[in-house]
């Protein structure tokens, strides 16, 4: 079974600019999970969707969305970027398997903003 | 909100066995996890307690006392591949949703 992925794996964008991140999870996993690390914040919840709806939001400026698609599929866009927003994206899929839950990460995009 | 607090770095000799702690305050929990993570690399998932007690997977060993708030990351017979970050994360429950909110991580060595 084919793990996480996500595209691209590297990114330079300039300040001002927008970006959109993608992510396809697990097979059968319907639960995409997108969080942004960096050195000095560590790993942050961003938000969470399941079957196309967004469960949960993270403490994030409104510059930061994403969505699902009907094949399990995410998005995440970042708008009007800043140099702050340099980080790791890092998108998470999982499930619920023999009663526990079980959640795998993909390699993640690094996003430089200059 | 929650805090989640795990010590920053450890060090630990080749062959030893090393105990990771993790306490944490949550108002919906439903879960903890443990995730190693390499340098530059994605996290790597290896243990989730939801019910109070030790969980056993090979070297590796994951304790809950949810009435405590209090997790341990057990690793027996360290290797130096061994060497990473090891981050504790609690699931909480949140509006319709979920949210995984992790510690800081704690970097160990594993030195010969």
């Known amino acids: 079974k084919a793990g996480v992925t996500q595209t691209p794996r590297y990114l330079i964008k300039t300040r001002g600019q927008q970006v959109t991140l993608s992510c396809s999870p697990i097979?059968?996993?319907?639960?995409v999970s997108w969080y942004q690390q960096t050195p000095g914040q560590g790993l942050q919840f961003l938000f969470e969707?399941?079957?196309?709806?967004?469960?949960n939001k993270g403490n994030f400026p409104g510059r930061f969305s994403g969505r699902q698609f009907s094949n399990s599929r995410s998005e995440m866009n970042v708008s009007t970027l800043e140099l702050g927003d340099s980080a790791l994206y890092l998108c998470?899929?999982?499930?619920?398997?023999?009663?526990?839950?079980?959640?795998?990460f993909g390699p993640g995009t690094r996003l430089t903003v200059t | 909100g929650q805090n989640i607090d795990q010590p920053t770095e450890m060090t630990a000799t080749e062959g030893a066995i090393v105990q990771i702690n993790c306490t944490y305050q949550t108002s919906g929990f439903n879960g903890l996890f443990w995730y190693q993570q390499h340098a530059g690399e994605a996290p790597t998932f290896l243990s989730y307690?939801?019910?109070?007690g030790l969980e056993e997977k090979g070297r590796f060993s994951s304790f809950l006392s949810r009435s405590k708030g209090y997790s341990y990351l057990l690793l027996k017979e360290l290797q130096m591949k061994d060497s990473a970050s090891y981050l504790c994360a609690v699931r909480d429950k949140v509006d319709s949703g979920y949210a995984l909110n992790f510690g800081k991580g704690t970097s160990l060595l594993v030195t010969p």
């Open positions: 307690n939801v019910l109070d």
């Open positions: 969707y399941f079957s196309e709806t967004q469960r």
């Open positions: 097979s059968g996993h319907r639960s």
């Open positions: 998470a899929s999982s499930t619920v398997a023999g009663g526990s839950y079980e959640q795998y």
